[in-house]
């Protein structure tokens, strides 16, 4: 007598794991998503808070809403409650707007440097304006500037290399004080997030450039040497390719 070895049908884990499957991706679509949108919600949302109590309660939305309605006081059984989000924001940006217009003038540059003037007399406020102001005049000032090129360096240590982005030539106190002639500042990022890393200076001499693109140099940090320029396959996510781009034009966080 035979006996025929049938294999058990898996009909059930099969579906099981197309429904993971299916979750999984859902997921990945709808998190960033929802992440982004929450961020927003949020943000709007503590800059109204923040500048609501600035505008009298005469011009507030549910006030002046209510008035067109002609009801008269919150005891009213008409009363309309309303939570406007995003009116802050915009009168935050306009107030900026006006403020940046003025401070571009003569008036506005004369009270400006009246009111240094006046901080700089103040010890601990003075720190804290200082502080304060050039980490303003670093993130808003340079939005145009960008990393032009991708390197190699021996890092850590001699015979092991590393890819960087060189950021720009050396000067004043830190050039003077090593005196090996001119020098390069280089930015090594970490993998795989290439917006966190190291500010180092090297001897221009010591730099070999290299002739991918910012860009592609990114790319290769972040799969962590997986994808290499020039390869058939060396497409990326777009969210990873939106993050190289924002790397080469100094964007990142960086």
């Not at 679509?29 to 943000?43: D, E, F, N, Q, S």
């Not at 403020?99 to 004369?110: A, E």
């Amino acid at each position: 007598m035979s006996v025929t070895n049938t294999p058990d049908p898996q009909p059930r884990r099969g579906f099981i794991a197309s429904l993971r499957n299916n979750f999984i991706a859902g997921l990945v679509v709808i998190a960033p998503i929802g992440l982004t949108l929450w961020l927003i919600w949020t943000v709007v949302g503590w800059v109204d808070s923040f500048v609501w109590p600035f505008v009298p309660d005469a011009y507030q939305p549910e006030q002046l809403l209510n008035r067109v309605m002609g009801n008269s006081s919150p005891a009213d059984e008409n009363w309309i409650t309303v939570n406007v989000r995003g009116i802050g924001v915009i009168i935050f940006l306009v107030f900026t707007m006006l403020v940046g217009w003025m401070g571009k003038g003569l008036l506005g540059r004369s009270f400006l440097r009246w009111g240094e003037g006046l901080v700089a007399r103040m010890p601990i406020v003075r720190s804290i304006y200082n502080g304060v102001k050039q980490i303003a005049e670093t993130v808003f000032a340079q939005t145009e500037t960008s990393f032009d090129k991708a390197c190699l360096i021996e890092y850590p240590r001699k015979g092991i290399w590393a890819i960087g982005f060189v950021s720009t030539s050396t000067k004043g106190e830190l050039l003077d004080k090593v005196g090996v002639g001119p020098m390069t500042s280089v930015f090594v990022p970490t993998t795989p997030n290439p917006t966190s890393g190291f500010l180092l200076f090297f001897p221009t001499a010591d730099i070999i450039e290299l002739d991918m693109s910012v860009e592609d140099a990114a790319k290769l940090v972040i799969s962590a040497g997986l994808v290499y320029p020039g390869e058939k396959d060396a497409d990326m996510p777009p969210a990873l390719d939106e993050l190289a781009d924002k790397i080469k034009s100094g964007k990142s966080g960086i």
